[in-house]
């Protein structure tokens, strides 16, 4: 009667089987999706950008407040020094956004909800982040994991944390993202799936809980996505501006 | 009555979910490698191919779009800014015409009052010196009146004495003791009629 509550992250080939070696890199829900969020973004964007008016239509005020929300977010986290990344970050912002957002819609895949996708994104800000940092201060970069005004009997254990907290950055960062994409709509499914089977008679208390996290979930979309490159930018104020 | 089927109808679906779950329940599909390298193959592509149009091509057009939105801005209020300036001038420029045509008007005034005053100056000088003159004419006219006066008096006196005295005595009476005596009275009186 209720469909598994997981069902809604199974990932399916779309069209044929298409192989490059040993390697299966089929056209699947996932790919639909991304692409669809990347054509949306580039459809919204290029239409904002196309006319410069001096009183901006509806689509040209929405690209150019992002514009400026990413500059912001970037320049009030991670300086100025920050603006040649301005480009990935907005990409970063925009792609899990929409990616999050298209999840929301009833029979969507949620290619965020994915932890491949989410780990190989944090994996790839994790080195160019480090290759960064260690190009701007070369071996001086190895000073973020010594902080300043340690009593040195505690410094070897610091350094171990430290390296420890950098060293799991990719995860945190991408296992927060899958994490909160999968359980709220493992959650909102579960409850949808309780409407069905308690019926008319007891299926409003459910339903009406699926109405709330509907609304709630919009909202970790968006703060997962803000949140997801607002720690790129703090990351990269590490690599940028080192501060211990 | 409804009641209770109501709750029991809960009660019993809260079974069904269990064992439909518990039947269809599968590890987490996330964990399953299958499509992991198809997963990150279009994850590149797509992201990729997003990041190369929006760095190159939309994000310089709305960096630009806003640049020249604030540029045109600043121009227009530089713009206004000169125009009140301007403005300013000229309402500056105005009210000193204004003014020195008000300092011309007056000057103008006054020159013009001061003419009129010296006009009135000249005209009542000619009045003046006419009236003198006439008050002298006719006051040599009331001295020669003056003058002739007392001779004329004692003639009208020497006449109505004679006609007098020959209506009374009925002889002619010579003129010339007369005129004598006439002549001696208005010697006498004449300093008490005319205060001379």
Not at chain 1, 18 to 36: E, P, Q, W
Not at chain 1, 84 to 89: D, G, M, R, S, V
Not at chain 2, 72 to 98: F, G, H, P, T
Not at chain 2, 157 to 184: F, H, M, P, R, Y
């Amino acid at each position: 009667m209720a469909a598994n509550p997981m069902s809604q992250f199974d990932v399916y080939r779309i069209g044929p089987e298409i192989k490059v070696g040993a390697f299966d890199i089929s056209f699947t829900n996932a790919s639909l999706f991304m692409i669809l969020s990347t054509v949306s973004i580039l459809l919204i964007f290029n239409l904002g950008s196309k006319k410069n008016s001096i009183l901006p239509n509806k689509i040209q005020l929405l690209a150019e407040l992002s514009y400026t929300f990413v500059s912001k977010m970037i320049s009030d986290t991670a300086g100025s020094k920050a603006k040649p990344y301005f480009a990935f970050i907005f990409s970063l912002f925009m792609f899990v956004l929409f990616c999050n957002m298209f999840g929301m819609i009833p029979y969507t895949f949620t290619v965020t909800s994915h932890i491949i996708v989410t780990f190989v994104l944090a994996a790839f800000i994790f080195i160019g982040v480090t290759v960064i940092g260690f190009i701007k201060h070369g071996f001086g970069y190895l000073k973020l994991f010594v902080p300043s005004g340690v009593p040195a009997v505690l410094l070897p254990l610091i350094v171990i944390i430290e390296i420890i907290s950098y060293l799991s950055r990719p995860i945190s960062l991408s296992v927060r993202l899958f994490a909160n994409m999968m359980a709220g709509h493992t959650m909102m499914k579960v409850f949808g799936g309780f409407v069905i089977s308690l019926g008319i008679v007891g299926g409003w208390l459910p339903l009406s809980f699926s109405v709330a996290l509907t609304g709630l979930e919009i909202l970790v979309a968006f703060l997962q996505a803000y949140v997801f490159a607002i720690l790129t930018c703090i990351y990269l104020n590490d690599a940028l501006n080192l501060h211990h | 009555m409804v009641k209770k089927i109501y709750f029991q109808s809960i009660f019993f679906s809260f079974f069904f979910i269990k064992e439909a779950f518990a039947a269809e329940s599968g590890g987490m599909p996330q964990l399953n490698p299958e499509f992991w390298v198809s997963q990150i193959f279009w994850l590149i592509l797509t992201f990729g191919i997003m990041y190369l149009v929006l760095s190159k091509l939309i994000l310089p057009k709305i960096s630009n779009n806003l640049e020249s939105r604030k540029s045109q801005i600043l121009e227009n209020i530089e713009a206004a800014e000169k125009q009140r300036e301007d403005s300013d001038a000229k309402l500056k420029e105005y009210d000193e015409i204004i003014s020195k045509s008000k300092d011309e008007a007056n000057s103008i005034f006054n020159q013009a009052r001061e003419k009129a005053l010296k006009d009135i100056g000249a005209k009542r000088e000619v009045l003046d010196k006419q009236i003198d003159s006439e008050i002298a004419e006719a006051e040599k006219e009331i001295d020669a009146l003056r003058k002739n006066a007392p001779d004329k008096i004692n003639k009208i006196a020497i006449e109505t004495s004679s006609e007098l005295l020959q209506k009374l005595i009925g002889a002619e009476v010579n003129n010339s003791s007369i005129s004598a005596i006439v002549d001696d009275l208005s010697k006498r009186n004449g300093d008490k009629y005319y205060g001379n």
